[in-house]
């Protein structure tokens, strides 16, 4: 398995497909429980690393990582030292130098998720980089679809919308 998800690009058809039946599995173990938790990733530490404002993807994530039991940072740069200037790279060796397993990282700048996966030694996923792209959003996508209409072989999708600003 791959160590970052910074692409959707970087996902072939077999490993996506894997994502999304590993979400499933995750899914379905949850919903035959009283309380919602997995213990999948019971002693690691998410960090969950937001220099743009966002609601659904942030949560999403804090409640995805609580669910599998890890322990969650929330870090937003509007309460952080990045509002005094400090740099990516400084706020990555401090997330490396806390021993962070898994960063889950959105910024406006295009490609900050891979220059963040040179920095650190933990997982990184892009949530969101820019205009760039969003692969979490895509696989989630995917997901939904496969969810609701049984399969993603041989769909058209229509994206609508400002794709390039929202």
Not at 12 to 20: Q, W
Not at 75 to 97: I, Q
Request: aromatic share 4%.
């Amino acid at each position: 398995m791959k160590k970052h998800l910074l692409s959707a690009a970087d996902l072939d058809r077999d490993e996506a497909i894997l994502v999304l039946d590993t979400a499933a599995q995750i899914e379905a173990a949850l919903a035959g429980r009283e309380v919602k938790k997995l213990p999948t990733l019971r002693g690691r530490t998410v960090v969950n690393l937001f220099f743009e404002d966002s609601t659904r993807t942030r949560i999403s994530f804090e409640l995805a990582a609580k669910r599998l039991s890890a322990d969650v940072i929330n870090f937003s740069a509007k309460g952080s030292s990045v509002s005094k200037g400090e740099s990516l790279k400084d706020t990555a060796l401090t997330l490396e130098a806390m021993g962070a397993d898994a960063v889950v990282v959105r910024h406006s700048m295009s490609g900050a998720p891979h220059r963040l996966a040179q920095w650190v030694r933990g997982s990184v996923v892009n949530a969101g980089d820019g205009t760039h792209e969003h692969p979490t959003q895509a696989l989630l996508d995917a997901f939904t679809m496969r969810s609701r209409l049984g399969r993603l072989e041989g769909l058209r999708v229509t994206i609508v919308g400002d794709v390039l600003h929202s």
